[in-house]
């Protein structure tokens, strides 16, 4: 077809927008073992208790499912002692993320995220022709006063991801406090508490407690990293207006049938959730140990994951890390996109996978 024919184009700016990059999954032809250390999942897996929920609904994937996803919402709020009625649940918390952007800004407005923010932030609120503003962070952690500093009269947003991805670092709740009283009454400030689960720091709050006190604060947290990525279920928790103009935009069905049984099953599965946490805790520290005594340097997370930077040479830059790595089975998650060009990600994983990659990288940093 001829270029200069009339056809369909996409609204300003989002021709500007680049596309999400997920991590990989699949290793160089010839790998048999693959340990996907790239995508933030649980090592332990699933709930069972999730497993069998989803195939009991298997036999009614013919029904349409509940579109408020009542009582997911409900199993939500008896775990967290919240009101169902401020909690509304999505197609993953990236989905959540989405609606605030389409909801709340408009072109000409500006949203404000920090400069190795999850990436899913610029996206939307590009998406939604809005202005991404990006702010420098101090020792790879969100920092309130530039946050402050960077908010202007068309500032509508703030996304904050605490503990962020991928670098793991967190705010202590009296900072997160700081910044909302420092924030104008308008503008919505979205606490991302994907990892809140994890976090093992008195210091450390995901938000319940500001967003269920403030007409400005919403928390949003998904089951993910809990190990249901694949079924895609986040949720939100903010003030009623909130709640109500979401409820507008959102699909009408935005949680599939599968998704809200395999929910309700794992988040009333409290072992199986303790036994993640758990096992994350043992090996983030075991991984931190071990990376250290081979000289890396590791940025400290309270995640589910660590981020790794590698020495300058190019011999052992991370790009050659990551190819030694995925040859022999272990994918862990470049992270140039998210301004750190010599740095990987990795998961914890299975102790196999956790001791086979600190032998992996012992050998490549010695070759
Ligand atoms: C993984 C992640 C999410 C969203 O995950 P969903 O699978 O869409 O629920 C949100 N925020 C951060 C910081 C994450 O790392």
């Not at 579109?67 to 967290?80: D, K, M, P, W, Y």
């Not at 962070?137 to 202007?152: F, K, M, N, P, S």
């Not at 997370?301 to 052992?316: A, E, M």
Request: with cysteine; aromatic share 8%; hydrophobic share 40%.
């Amino acid at each position: 077809m001829k270029q200069d024919q009339p056809r369909p184009t996409p609204r300003a700016g989002i021709m500007d927008i680049e596309a999400y990059v997920p991590g990989k999954s699949t290793a160089p032809a010839g790998v048999t073992k693959v340990h996907k250390l790239s995508s933030n999942e649980n090592p332990l897996g699933p709930s069972p208790k999730a497993i069998e929920a989803a195939r009991e609904v298997a036999a009614k994937l013919d029904v349409y499912p509940d579109g408020s996803a009542r009582r997911l919402r409900e199993a939500i709020a008896e775990v967290h002692g919240l009101n169902p009625a401020n909690i509304i649940c999505s197609n993953g918390s990236d989905e959540i993320l989405g609606l605030l952007a389409q909801t709340y800004l408009a072109p000409g407005d500006e949203a404000v995220f920090t400069e190795h923010a999850f990436m899913v932030y610029k996206i939307y609120i590009q998406a939604a022709g809005a202005k991404p503003v990006a702010v420098k962070e101090t020792d790879e952690r969100a920092d309130i006063d530039a946050i402050l500093a960077a908010v202007t009269p068309a500032t509508r947003i703030v996304f904050l991801a605490n503990p962020n991805n991928p670098t793991g670092t967190y705010v202590p709740f009296q900072e997160v406090r700081r910044l909302h009283a420092g924030l104008p009454k308008n503008v919505l400030l979205v606490l991302d508490a994907a990892y809140a689960e994890y976090v093992r720091r008195n210091d450390y709050e995901a938000g319940i407690e500001l967003a269920g006190s403030s007409q400005n604060v919403v928390m949003t947290r998904t089951f993910s990293k809990l190990g249901l990525g694949g079924a895609r279920i986040g949720w939100m928790y903010g003030p009623a207006h909130i709640v109500d103009a979401i409820n507008r935009v959102r699909g009408p069905f935005n949680v599939n049938a599968t998704a809200i049984e395999a929910g309700i099953a794992a988040i009333r599965d409290r072992a199986h959730i303790e036994r993640s946490v758990e096992h994350n805790a043992k090996w983030l520290a075991w991984l931190n140990e071990e990376l250290v005594k081979l000289g890396l340097r590791v940025t400290p997370s309270v995640g589910n994951f660590v981020l790794i930077h590698f020495p300058d040479d190019k011999k052992h830059s991370a790009a050659a890390a990551d190819d030694y790595l995925s040859a022999q089975g272990y994918i862990l998650r470049r992270v140039t996109g998210y301004g750190f060009p010599n740095a990987l990600r990795m998961s914890v994983g299975t102790e196999e996978a956790n001791r086979g990659v600190i032998d992996a990288l012992k050998t490549f940093l010695k070759s």
